[in-house]
């Protein structure tokens, strides 16, 4: 399959989980970070999109790996301590400044869910693949 129409990657990792996302553009990589956390998380269940919650984060414009630590902080922080798993997002990026709307549910509806301790930035990057090429993050949490 195509790199610009895949979402993600689950890739071999030792101990952890590594992901590698995809998207047109730095918007659309973090949207598809979202999905690829809910579907390790869900164990490939489908969320149901019953809920919302909105992250908003600023830092410097040429740290964007600062910006996906962060968001995905974000996202852990919801699921343990508001109880929602993550099914989908929608991303804007505008000079470092990240507003996202998070579409998801109540993790207790759930069985058997995967934990994810933290995020960390082993072996992480965020990248513009080139003209046409579009985006490409790499990311691996503890787990």
Do not use: C
Not at 15 to 42: H, Q, T
Not at 60 to 76: A, I, R
Request: no cysteine; proline share 1%.
């Amino acid at each position: 399959m195509d790199k610009k129409k895949k979402k993600f990657d689950f890739l071999e990792h030792t101990a952890d989980i590594k992901f590698r996302v995809y998207g047109k553009n730095l918007e659309e990589v973090f949207e598809n970070v979202v999905s690829a956390i809910s579907e390790y998380i869900s164990r490939g269940k489908k969320v149901k999109v019953v809920n919302k919650k909105t992250i908003s984060l600023i830092t410097s414009e040429n740290d964007l790996n600062l910006l996906l630590y962060s968001f995905l902080e974000e996202l852990l922080y919801f699921l343990d301590a508001k109880n929602f798993i993550p099914a989908k997002a929608k991303v804007k990026i505008k000079e470092g400044h990240l507003k996202a709307v998070i579409y998801g549910d109540k993790a207790s509806d759930y069985k058997n869910l995967d934990q994810i301790k933290s995020p960390t930035y082993s072996e992480m990057y965020i990248k513009n693949l080139g003209k046409n090429r579009g985006w490409e993050a790499q990311f691996v949490v503890d787990v």
